[in-house]
């Protein structure tokens, strides 16, 4: 993985701040959180190496779940198409949205006892 993870914990609630950082168990972040169906990991990649990690975050979970929810920070940004084809080649499905959108998403499917995997970026200051 070209990024670093430190496990945070089990899963919790997330939430975005005003200020476009992310909020995991009360406690704000200065990084993406990847989210296994279990687990809640800190994430720092480089921009052009996200979706790579995120294939091999996959391939290191024992049970990715249904399908990966991806946050992709201010706006909605399309994944590439490699990486969708790469996504459903696992077998799960791709649900793409703005950071904001996705928190909300994220903790209604915990609430629901969902299986699924998440990439959550934060909005970038500036």
């Known amino acids: ?5 430190i496990r945070l914990g089990p899963r919790a609630p997330v939430s975005l ?20 169906t279990a687990e ?6 480089p921009e052009d ?5 995120i294939l ?3 391939d290191t979970r024992e049970t990715p779940g249904d399908f990966l929810l991806y946050g992709t920070g201010a706006s909605l940004r399309f994944a590439s198409p490699a990486f969708a084809r790469q996504i459903e ?8 949205m703005d950071t904001a ?8 499917l915990i609430a629901e006892r969902r299986r699924f995997t998440a990439a959550l970026l934060p909005i970038p200051r500036g």
Do not use: H
């Open 1 to 5: 993985m070209s990024g670093s993870l």
């Open 101 to 108: 959108a996705a928190c909300r998403t994220y903790n209604v």
């Open 49 to 53: 190496s996200r979706e790579a990690d």
């Open 56 to 58: 091999r975050f996959l």
């Open 89 to 96: 080649k696992r077998g799960l499905g791709l649900e793409t």
């Open 40 to 45: 809640v990991f800190a994430w720092t990649a």
């Open 17 to 36: 701040t005003p200020g476009g950082t992310l909020q995991f168990a009360g406690t704000i972040r200065d990084a993406a959180l990847l989210i296994s």
